[in-house]
């Protein structure tokens, strides 16, 4: 394994995820010895327009997939309405690739708690929600127990500090429903209803939980903010660009040496990030890989030294999303991931808008056929079509990501599609409903 | 409410209490997971139990139970096995190990085996991808498991065993979990600290430290700017 070169070494950014490195640094002494609960207190001595102030200077941007600015989202919460508002964090991480939120809870729950402290004292909210994906149960655990440390050290329930500012955080699991992780879904499921998306407008941040002001906000944005309370805008500012400030977890997984999570700053490249995780695998050569996480187009070698911030993948007609960077190699089909990508779209599409719920019935079909060997030319046809009525045509941005996989792979794979179909490839699947041919066979060395 | 114990009713209104007044639906998941963790599935019984606690009616409170898949609507085994097939951990092993646990155990997606003891199902992603491919037992999982693995876990469990997973913390029975989705406490206090982080939790940390890098110029003192000072 070769060391990653000075630059690419430059490149990392331990903030958010140096505590982990503290055994039970999710127990409250520990975390208080690390400075735990510092940035609450100076917070609490602050106006809270100066704190939503300072988030908006820092340039935060949302750090759940779509990248929006959290201090302007803060903002839009009106004032002095006389309406409850609340904070909502969406920790129902589920997106195929992202896995940062999960271990940010587990190895640091406490991070998450002050900073929904300080976002509540800011948007004037005395209740909040953490709306936690079902199978996450060990961090839920984690959750539950750092909340009642909270509580017993006086950092959660009434007057908190002394400060006059009471709030109360309820840990709320879900029931296995990836599409929860869609804001307006998310809150429909908070509510005790199916976890279907609303239309918008109106907006969360005027008609949210129970019609009130809401913010929703993910885990990992929610995370930095005490960090941004200690250090202030300008020292986040030095880390990523001018339009992505600061650190950013990148979850790398797939065929490489060292998958894992690595907090790196906005902006640095698919061939950085290979370098910091000890380089492909022997024998493995790299042939696609997702930006962030299963809704975003995927890319090729072509783009490894594109910048991974929010305008860097724009740029090359993707996004950014969630940073869960998959890498494949030249031993992974593309088309395989895209079947698996809609089998997963077809199973979480909350069907309620019918290009979603039938759009991605039909694709996993055909797809699955072209893997078989049974594909025609009209199927890849047919997979452009269907994307195409898919498109902007759902409430929610789950229709468009289902898109993704399938244009991206056509774009950047049609040969590959076109060997399935004219036979000079062979079928991953022996007929459209058997099971894949690797996983069928070569049983025989496991133990009984 | 004839037929649920004191005991039940009170974790129940417990569950009601924690949402605003008014908004006692918001209840409604939480006591489904209530509901599973007394009786290991969702019954007609347990739909009516929920809908008389929050004024609904029964399709009310089944609609929504039919949506989400962690509610079982069959008794589910003591063990439920799920297996992530989503593409990371499906290239890297996934596909197979599910194959592996089908014909080892004789059931297939979201069945149960006869004797009750296990439920098996292929997932969508677990948000794991950095320990692909991997597998959780009642939602703990196991890091890094391929077939031959996979089968020797399902093995001991049968056994009467109880295999540490790597993460997440000793295992319990699904009827125990439900109760910690519903929001309880786990009532083990050693749980809590089980499964450290692994190494790809802790590979950029790690790394950094290694390397001695940290972010220059941060100043946990620097001072919060007025709103019209910054303007």
Partial sequence: MSEPSGAALAKLTPVLTKRWLSPQAWRREVYEQLDGYTALRKALAAHPDDLIQLVKDSGLRGRGGAGFPTGMKWGFIPQADGKPHYLVVNADEGEPGTCKDLPLMMADPHSLIEGMIITSYAIRANRAFIYVRGEAVHAARRLLHAAAEARAAGYLGTDILGSGFDLDVVIHCGAGAYICGEETALLDSLEGFRGQPRLRPPFPATHGLYSCPTVVNNVETIATVPYLVLGGAAWFRSMGTEKSPGPKIYSVSGRIQNPGQYECELGITLRELIELSGGMLPGHELSFWTPGGSSTPMLTAEHLDAPLDFEGMMAVDTMLGTTAVQVFSDQDCPVYAAYRWIEFYHHESCGKCTPCREGNYWMKQVLRRVLSGEGTHQDVATLQDTCDNLLGRSFCAFGDGAASPVLSSIKHFRQVYLDYVEGRRAPLFPTPTARPAWAATDLAGVSR | ?231
């Fill in chain 2, 1 to 231: 409410m004839t037929g649920w114990s004191e005991k039940i009713q009170e974790r129940a209104r417990e569950i009601i209490a924690r949402y605003p007044a008014g908004r006692e639906r918001s209840a409604l998941l939480p006591l489904l997971h209530l509901v599973q963790s007394e009786l290991g599935h969702v019954s007609p019984d347990g739909i009516g139990f929920c809908a008389e606690l929050l004024g609904l009616t029964r399709a009310q409170v089944a609609g929504v139970a039919s949506f989400y898949t962690m509610y079982k609507r069959a008794p589910a085994g003591d063990w439920l096995v799920s297996v992530c097939t989503n593409t990371m951990c499906g290239v890297l092993g996934g596909d197979r190990t599910f194959e592996a646990l089908r014909e080892h155990l004789g059931v297939g997606h979201d069945e149960t085996t006869p004797d009750g003891t296990f439920t098996l199902e292929h997932a969508e992603c677990l948000a794991a991808c950095d320990y692909a491919p991997v597998l959780t037992v009642n939602y703990e999982f196991f890091d890094r498991v391929q077939a031959d693995q996979a089968v020797s876990i399902v093995e001991r469990l049968r056994a009467g065993e109880r295999p540490a997973p790597d993460r997440g913390a000793r295992l319990c029975t699904l009827r125990e979990m439900s109760l910690q989705l519903a929001g309880f406490a786990d009532p083990r206090p050693e749980a809590v600290a089980d499964g450290p982080a692994g190494e790809p939790t802790l590979a950029g940390a790690r790394l950094a430290q290694r390397h001695g890098i940290a972010v220059p110029g941060y100043d946990p003192d620097t001072p919060i700017k007025s709103k019209e000072e910054s303007q």
